[in-house]
């Protein structure tokens, strides 16, 4: 079943419609593992998410149900009507605005800065923690299962990265977001609503900051000054950095996973040049530690 008769089928079952009240206006744009659809359902806009292949590896969509209606409730994101936690299919109101990713996320680094520090300063303790270093493993253990195993820089690059969290890794954990790139931002005429909160868990605040620079590290250098409100230490800008090499190791294992299922082929994306990337972006933070 392709994907528009997929929509057509969930939609006219969850609103009770005719399949053609439903239609499909566009794909979103953004992440690696998901089909994201704005869609029209009897002339209400809404959007359509359906999970790429073996996605339920990388996110547990229990976990996520548990933090949707609490995020939602703090009204900074937009309201699910929808989630099958089997499928990973999602439906939820669509906001109005522009993806910051279609912007210059430099200008709103202070309305980021200020959502971030909302949601990290909540005092909302979930039961779930992101745990990278397990999580980094599991990861790994998706590549190994088909029988491949890591290049020489990505082995020393993770040894590197295990040396440091004795030091930048232990620092008190806090209720994040997980994925706060730019894409996952949305400008609207009522401020910022911040979307798709597949990663969220206890983790270090950092950790969103760093994600934040997904596509250009200088957005969460950015970030980093507003979030502080001050100028970053050595130390600030060393746990920076050591969080973002940690994603870079942990979405090259999502990238070279993708190539390895097949998936360069299916979708036209050199998933492997993509994970050489990351392993690069991953050596870039850790010669800029000092």
């Not at 200020?114 to 599991?138: C, I, M, N, Q, W």
């Not at 232990?170 to 996952?184: L, R």
């Not at 609503?193 to 997904?214: C, H, K, M, S």
């Amino acid at each position: 079943m392709d994907h528009e008769q997929r929509i057509r089928t969930v939609c006219a079952k969850h609103f009770d419609v005719d399949p053609e009240r439903v239609s499909i206006v566009k794909r979103l744009m953004g992440g690696m593992s998901n089909y994201t659809y704005a869609i029209d359902v009897n002339g209400v806009p809404f959007t359509f998410r359906i999970p790429g292949k073996n996605a339920h590896h990388f996110v547990d969509r229990k976990v996520e149900a548990f933090h949707l209606p609490i995020v939602e409730s703090w009204g900074i994101s937009n309201e699910t009507v929808h989630l099958d936690v089997e499928t990973g299919e999602k439906i939820g109101v669509y906001v109005h605005g522009k993806p910051m990713s279609e912007d210059e996320p430099f200008n709103h680094v202070k309305d980021v800065a200020e959502l971030l520090k909302g949601v990290h300063e909540s005092g909302f303790v979930t039961p779930f923690d992101y745990s990278p270093l397990a999580r980094l493993y599991a990861y790994e253990s998706l590549i190994y299962a088909y029988g491949y195993s890591h290049n020489d820089q990505y082995a020393n690059l993770k040894r590197n990265w295990r040396d440091l969290i004795s030091k930048y890794g232990t620092h008190p954990t806090v209720f994040t977001h997980g994925d706060p790139q730019p894409s996952n931002f949305v400008i609207t005429k009522n401020g910022l609503r911040l979307v798709d909160w597949e990663f969220t868990a206890n983790n270090d605040p950092f950790y969103d900051i760093a994600q934040f620079g997904n596509m250009n590290f200088d957005h969460a250098l950015e970030l980093l000054e507003a979030y502080l409100d001050e100028a970053p230490t050595t130390e600030d800008y060393n746990r920076l950095y050591f969080w973002r090499m940690f994603q870079c190791l942990q979405w090259h294992n999502v990238a070279w996973y993708k190539h390895i299922i097949g998936l360069s082929e299916e979708l036209g994306i050199d998933f492997k040049k993509v994970a050489a990337m990351y392993l690069d972006k991953a050596t870039a933070m850790r010669n800029s530690l000092k």
